[in-house]
């Protein structure tokens, strides 16, 4: 058996996993970034909607504890 022709496949395989996951995380975040610009997470306006169709009008104050409660678990 040929070690150098072993190693170098190893080598090769590797060097393919490497770069697979390398290519798949770019490929990734441009996905997420292009998801997050077509639907934007929820803002103050989302909010305030919500609390209208609960029958609630909501206060500023009301709406900026939700949206800490909602940036603290994004």
């Known amino acids: ?3 150098t022709a072993f190693l170098f496949d190893v080598l090769k395989i590797l060097g393919g996993l490497i770069a697979g996951a390398v290519l798949g995380f ?9 998801q997050i610009k077509e639907n934007p997470p929820i803002n103050e306006q989302m909010i305030k909607a919500m609390m209208s169709q ?3 009008t909501p206060s500023h104050k009301q709406v900026n504890q ?6 603290k678990y994004m």
């Open 1 to 3: 058996m040929d070690w």
């Open 26 to 34: 770019f490929i990734a975040r441009k996905y997420m970034e292009k």
């Open 54 to 56: 609960m029958g609630r």
């Open 66 to 71: 939700m949206m800490k409660q909602m940036n």
